[in-house]
């Protein structure tokens, strides 16, 4: 018997495109995302639960707290890996916990348009239409500002000006989306204020 004998069996190496690595199949693959977050604690954590849920590796961080954006929040950079079906996942994840996403690779969401909802906002829920926006506008929610009605007034309606962002050329788009949203709530479309 000679040593190679006594040998543990080799394993056959498994077939590259059947790997699964972080809760998914396929060689990863690296992508970048700019961020803006509010000055706040648990804001960053926050931030970096979405990629972890959706099977991401984060490579690296870039918080600049020292640094602020034209809106006053801290820019964060976040370089990752993960199989490319994951992907989406990871930025519809940032979205629905309120993220603004800048950039996403090297598609930059440079179109900007600022629209204004009227109607009984509180009512019929701003923050499930804020949610439904991000969903399916295709764009990212970087302010809203809100005017409700007195409390002597309930019945008045509200107001919100909303400051979306959206893929370069994807400004008409966002715009059907705020308008079928709009619609089904019973809500006045003030439109676009700016961008588009």
Do not use: W
Request: charged content about 30%; glycine content about 10%.
């Amino acid at each position: 018997m000679t040593p190679a004998d006594d040998a543990d069996p080799v394993e056959e190496p498994a077939d590259e495109e059947n790997v699964e690595t972080d809760g998914g199949r396929g060689d990863p693959q690296v992508h970048t995302i700019q961020l803006e977050l509010p000055d706040e604690p648990g804001r960053l954590l926050a931030a970096l639960q979405p990629v972890a849920d959706n099977g991401g590796n984060l490579l690296s961080v870039v918080h600049e707290r020292g640094e602020r954006t034209p809106r006053g929040r801290i820019p964060v950079a976040i370089d990752l890996e993960c199989p490319p079906e994951r992907f989406d996942g990871i930025l519809e994840g940032l979205r629905e916990t309120g993220v603004t996403v800048v950039t996403a690779d090297a598609e930059a969401y440079a179109d900007e348009l600022v629209v204004v909802l009227v109607g009984h906002l509180v009512d019929t829920g701003l923050s499930g239409t804020l949610q439904r926006l991000r969903k399916h506008a295709g764009a990212t929610v970087a302010d809203v500002t809100l005017s409700a009605p007195d409390a002597d007034a309930p019945e008045e309606p509200s107001a919100a000006r909303l400051h979306l962002r959206t893929r370069a050329g994807g400004a008409e788009q966002t715009l059907e989306a705020v308008r079928s949203v709009a619609e089904e709530k019973d809500l006045t479309v003030v439109e676009p204020l700016g961008g588009v």
